[in-house]
């Protein structure tokens, strides 16, 4: 089973707005050491590589953002139901992507992608008029 499922990813109008979502499997993850992982959202755009969008640590006390996105993207977290979620506003063109989930264990580097110990399979995220 996977770690983590994305939700919430479709098309939208520039100047729009998206809500992903991001589920803890209870096959990994129990709600007490959910709260041991810092979450993030990365993404990646056809012919690019994967890249940092937003982290929350595990007591969602300290939040990073791109410089992309700071200021339009709000990451958040709910402990007591496992999730994770991205809210994206004033979205653009290039905010279009594949956007990954991830959990990684308290005391890593949360913009580093290499830091992370499970990841989601992703949802599409298409920003077109």
């Known amino acids: 089973q996977v770690p983590l499922v994305e939700s919430g990813g479709g098309l939208v109008l520039p100047g729009g707005s998206l809500r992903l979502a991001c589920a803890a499997s209870?096959?990994?993850?129990?709600?007490?050491?959910?709260?041991?992982?810092?979450m993030g959202w990365f993404r990646q755009a056809p012919g690019k590589e994967r890249e940092f969008v937003a982290a929350?640590?595990?007591?969602?006390?300290?939040?990073v953002y791109a410089d992309s996105v700071q200021g339009r993207f709000t990451i958040s977290r709910d402990d007591a139901k496992m999730m994770a979620y991205l809210q994206m506003n004033s979205l653009k063109a290039e905010d279009t992507a594949v956007y990954y989930c991830?959990?990684?264990?308290?005391?890593?580097?949360?913009?580093?992608?290499?830091?992370?110990?499970?990841w989601g399979q992703g949802t599409q995220v298409t920003v077109s008029s």
């Open positions: 991830a959990a990684a264990m308290v005391g890593r580097l949360l913009s580093d992608e290499n830091g992370y110990d499970y």
């Open positions: 209870g096959r990994t993850f129990s709600r007490r050491t959910f709260t041991s992982y810092g």
């Open positions: 929350i640590n595990w007591s969602g006390g300290v939040t």
